[in-house]
């Protein structure tokens, strides 16, 4: 796989995640409304800055990022957002995603050091940690362990 490839499918995935946030940010419903509602607002801000980064960067090692939605899902490896779930399924929905994605960032991070791209290695294993600890807390709401 190809450092551009492995970078689009981040953009691709921070994508449609970004949409399934603000989804989730508008139909959530029950007990845990005000402490989802918020949370999702902050995540998909979050999501918006982790696709521009990744967009820039594939530009700046000379690439050519997704733009459109109809890349986003041809390349996505996370799935869009259902209608009609619960609070929990939501969360247990975004704890899975995040689990796909930081597992694909290893990946890319280990793709990045073969080729010694050390930028793209550092952005990922940055956001990297940053996936982990919502995954984290997104599971300790539902009171899951932390598999990965």
Partial sequence: MYIETALNVQV??????YTKLHHYHWYVKGP???TLHVKFEELYNEAATVVDD????????????AA??????????????????TAEQMVESL?????????????????AEDNH????????????ESVEKTIWMLSALLAVPVTQ
């Fill in 117 to 128: 791209d050390y930028g793209t290695a550092d952005m990922a294993t940055t956001l990297v």
């Fill in 32 to 34: 845990l409304f005000f």
């Fill in 54 to 65: 990744f967009a820039e960067r594939i530009l700046a090692i000379g690439g050519k990022p």
């Fill in 68 to 85: 459109s939605f109809k890349e986003y899902l041809e390349i996505a490896t996370i799935e869009e957002a259902k209608s009609g779930l």
């Fill in 12 to 17: 691709a995935n921070w994508s449609v995640l």
């Fill in 95 to 111: 704890v899975k995603d995040y689990k796909q994605i930081a597992g694909e960032l290893k990946k890319l991070i280990a793709l």
